[in-house]
């Protein structure tokens, strides 16, 4: 096969001017915020320390208490130990808790 049978090559876009193609311009959206991490921190902090202080009390004075589940099981006992996302409560045996699946809790002796 020679190079005169070939079949000839396609014009390219720009060649013809003596100029590079000319790339599509990209489109760049508006940047997004920015949120300072010192502030987001600081709002979350507040209420993460309510929270841990107030289960650190109740374990320290092992008061009993009443947690209610999302789907409306009740589980008596005393808090045990408590992590990120579980609480570990002693009533009739020990049971472990996400975090996510409680409704709400109160003391024993308060009306919930």
């Given at each position: 096969m020679s190079i005169s049978s070939l079949?000839?090559?396609?014009a390219s876009r720009g060649l013809?001017?003596?100029r590079p193609p000319a790339h599509p311009r990209k489109?760049?959206?508006a940047p997004l915020s920015y949120h300072f991490p010192a502030q987001s921190v600081d709002r979350e902090a507040v209420s993460r320390?309510?929270?841990l202080f107030y289960l650190q009390?109740?374990?320290q004075s092992q008061t009993p208490m009443v947690i209610v589940l999302e789907d409306g099981e009740r589980i008596d006992g005393c808090i045990e130990?408590?992590?990120r996302n579980t609480l570990k409560v002693r009533g009739r045996g020990r049971t472990l808790i996400y975090k996510s699946a409680i409704k709400y809790m109160y003391k024993l002796g308060d009306n919930g």
């Open positions: 079949p000839p090559l396609p013809e001017t003596g489109s760049y959206s320390h309510a929270e009390k109740q374990i130990w408590y992590d």
